[in-house]
């Protein structure tokens, strides 16, 4: 039979950056179910469903007050706490989300994988997506405290650097995935990594600016904190919104960089491991 008369050829990757994103592109109405998918199954059997999107920074929020601002004294740069928590915690929540749920992306899919063919990047795509909704409704929790203290208090000054917000948010994504897929192609052979995986992220937060200004380091110590591509990220959103920060071009040039290469090295080692993740996952 010529190969034409059928309706799906699937051909194997011949280049290790051999992403095929018009294969990706055509399955985009399964991205969107699988988006869809992540959201409902989280809360179907919640009583309080999609609140808990509000619940969990408010939560958050209160014990950072109490924890970080009341007892350990840390400073804020002289932004109320609330707003100043709140802010790290959103961009933190989003990007430790998108790179806790890729990394695992193989063995939570396996049986998926196992019987039907579709891109396998499909499936960390519509993590970030999806995401991406949770994100939305927690940056509108943000904005309405935010506006409050810009309108009614005038306790804070935000500027022009606003309008990175955007951007911020795609290099968040495209870090958490490139992190992601590499994590995930190590996961499928090496299980001990997935313990690790939640108590290293959680470090990590600890070494960006989340609960804590970058002013607040001591000079010899803040290059440290500088080699952490999020950092930046973290502090130019604050600059833009709330006026106190640390904006640097070449911070930001850095997390640019890192972010790249790792999406590079991530699509390399993703499209090796696909090939024979199920012999091992």
């Given at each position: 039979?010529?190969?034409?008369?059928?309706?799906?050829?699937?051909?194997?990757?011949?280049?290790?950056?051999?992403?095929?994103?018009?294969?990706?592109?055509?399955?985009?109405?399964?991205?969107?179910?699988?988006?869809?998918?992540?959201?409902?199954?989280?809360?179907?059997?919640?009583?309080?469903?999609?609140?808990?999107?509000?619940?969990?920074?408010?939560?958050?929020t209160?014990?950072?007050?109490?924890?970080?601002g009341?007892?350990?004294?840390?400073g804020?740069?002289?932004?109320?706490?609330?707003?100043?928590?709140?802010?790290?915690?959103?961009?933190?929540?989003?990007?430790?989300?998108?790179?806790?749920?890729?990394?695992?992306?193989?063995?939570?899919?396996?049986?998926?994988?196992g019987?039907?063919?579709?891109?396998?990047?499909?499936?960390?795509?519509?993590?970030?997506?999806?995401?991406?909704?949770?994100?939305?409704?927690?940056f509108?929790?943000?904005?309405?405290?935010?506006?409050?203290?810009?309108?009614?208090?005038?306790?804070?000054?935000?500027?022009?650097y606003?309008?990175?917000?955007?951007?911020?948010?795609?290099?968040?994504?495209?870090?958490?995935?490139?992190?992601?897929?590499?994590?995930?192609?190590?996961?499928?052979?090496?299980?001990?990594?997935?313990?690790?995986?939640?108590?290293?992220?959680?470090?990590?937060?600890?070494?960006?600016?989340?609960?804590?200004?970058l002013?607040?380091?001591?000079?010899?110590?803040?290059?440290?904190?500088?080699?952490?591509?999020?950092?930046?990220?973290?502090?130019?959103?604050?600059?833009?919104?709330?006026?106190?920060?640390?904006?640097?071009?070449?911070?930001?040039?850095?997390?640019?960089?890192?972010?790249?290469?790792?999406?590079?090295?991530?699509?390399?080692?993703?499209?090796?491991?696909?090939?024979?993740?199920?012999?091992?996952?």
């Amino acid at each position: 039979m010529n190969e034409h008369n059928w309706t799906e050829i699937i051909k194997p990757y011949n280049k290790l950056l051999d992403l095929k994103l018009k294969e990706v592109w055509r399955y985009r109405d399964l991205l969107r179910l699988l988006v869809h998918r992540d959201f409902v199954s989280n809360y179907k059997q919640t009583i309080l469903g999609p609140l808990w999107f509000f619940i969990q920074p408010i939560l958050t929020t209160i014990m950072f007050v109490i924890v970080f601002g009341s007892i350990a004294k840390i400073g804020t740069d002289g932004i109320p706490m609330i707003v100043f928590y709140l802010a790290g915690i959103t961009l933190w929540n989003y990007f430790s989300d998108c790179l806790n749920k890729t990394a695992t992306v193989f063995k939570d899919n396996a049986a998926l994988f196992g019987k039907v063919y579709f891109p396998r990047l499909i499936m960390p795509l519509s993590i970030i997506v999806s995401n991406l909704v949770r994100l939305s409704i927690q940056f509108a929790l943000f904005l309405i405290i935010w506006i409050y203290y810009v309108t009614v208090t005038q306790t804070i000054q935000p500027n022009f650097y606003i309008v990175f917000f955007p951007f911020l948010i795609l290099l968040m994504g495209g870090m958490a995935l490139g992190l992601g897929l590499i994590i995930s192609a190590l996961t499928s052979k090496y299980k001990d990594l997935i313990f690790l995986l939640s108590f290293s992220i959680q470090l990590w937060m600890y070494a960006t600016p989340v609960i804590y200004p970058l002013s607040s380091i001591p000079e010899k110590y803040k290059w440290l904190i500088n080699l952490n591509p999020m950092s930046s990220i973290i502090e130019i959103f604050r600059y833009g919104f709330l006026g106190k920060g640390e904006f640097s071009w070449a911070s930001i040039s850095y997390s640019i960089l890192f972010t790249i290469i790792i999406l590079i090295l991530g699509s390399i080692i993703f499209n090796k491991v696909e090939k024979t993740f199920m012999d091992t996952v």
